[in-house]
Nanobody, 114 residues
């Protein structure tokens, strides 16, 4: 069974930066596209960044140019560098596969104050 553990969230002022990390266990990780999702209060969960096993990346328009996703297949980790944070980035952030989802982890809270 795949387990996903996110970390690195916190409280930051607008314009600040945070780096999120996700550790995944399970055989699927190395050949599978991974993504970072977020869910703000009262909103649906959305995919904000994804990375294929070959390293190709894709971003939601709302975070393009500010967020960078990366992965280390040897360590089974996926990271999200978030710069120029805005109050509207406030959400719980989760990592998961893209396509066939595993069970969601606890997520990590990101709060951006204005």
């Amino acid at each position: 069974q795949v387990q996903l553990v996110e970390s690195g969230g916190g409280l930051v002022q607008a314009g600040g930066s945070l780096r999120l990390s996700c550790t995944a266990s399970g055989r699927l990780f190395r050949g599978t596209a991974m993504g970072w999702y977020r869910q703000a209060p009262g909103k649906q969960r959305e995919l904000v960044a994804s990375i294929t096993s070959g390293g190709s990346t894709n971003y939601a328009d709302s975070v393009k140019g500010r967020f960078t996703i990366s992965r280390d297949s040897a360590k089974n980790t996926v990271n999200l560098q978030m710069n120029s944070l805005r109050p509207e980035d406030t959400a719980v952030y989760y990592c998961n596969f893209v396509g066939i989802l595993a069970s969601w982890g606890q997520g990590t809270q990101v709060t951006v104050s204005s």
